[in-house]
């Protein structure tokens, strides 16, 4: 048997009721077979980003963070737009990683599920590039009126949108075989 490929999958809302949170829930479950994932909805719990605490010695939760991210065989970062932008806090956990390898060369699958989300993407993905993580076209997904496409009990009416989410976990496994 084929060893599950280990998953962490950042969530970049801080919301309780997040409907990026149950897409994620939804594709834990939708790949269970493939997939050990683990999801962190914790960047809230990050300290503010700063050079200076930057050190040999950051803060212990930073620490944590940054060993999820590396022990990880993927990422995917499923997140809202905020202001044509990217939360601030994703945004803020995403900068602690800047002095370090841990995304180096590291396969993601970016998912931004938004309102709208155009400038978000197009932000996540120029990041990412920057930070010379491996993703292509097809394990970047955009998915706009999230709020009205996945209900409480995970499910995706829409047979538009359910279909691009199997067809973006296809496409992250044959990103991990690579
Ligand atoms: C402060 C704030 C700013 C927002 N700005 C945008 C935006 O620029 N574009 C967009 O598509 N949606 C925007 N939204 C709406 C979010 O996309 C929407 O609330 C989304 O469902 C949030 O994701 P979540 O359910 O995972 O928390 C904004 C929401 C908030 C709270």
């Known amino acids: ?11 970049g809302s801080t919301r309780a009721n997040s409907s990026n949170l ?7 479950a939708l790949s269970k077979k493939v997939f050990d994932l683990t999801i962190f909805d914790e960047i ?16 212990e939760n930073v620490i944590s963070f940054r060993k999820k991210i590396a022990e990880a065989d993927g990422i995917i970062i499923c997140t809202p737009e905020y202001i044509f ?16 390898t841990v995304f180096s060369q590291k396969p993601v699958g970016l998912i931004t599920a938004s309102a709208s989300g155009d400038k978000a993407s197009e932000e996540l993905q120029l990041i990412m590039q920057t930070l010379e993580t491996k993703f292509n076209e097809h394990t970047t997904l955009l998915i ?5 496409k996945i209900n409480d009990q995970l499910e995706i009416a829409d047979t538009a949108t359910l279909s691009n989410v199997i067809k973006f976990i296809d496409a992250f496994q044959d990103l991990l075989k690579q």
């Open 1 to 11: 048997m084929i060893a599950k490929k280990k998953i962490l999958a950042i969530i």
């Open 22 to 28: 149950k897409l994620v829930a939804k594709i834990e």
């Open 85 to 100: 932008s990217l939360p601030g806090s994703l945004k803020n956990a995403i900068e602690w990683c800047v002095s370090t």
């Open 44 to 59: 809230s719990s990050l300290p503010h980003f700063n050079p200076d605490l930057d050190t040999n010695h950051p803060p």
């Open 144 to 148: 706009k009126g999230i709020k009205g």
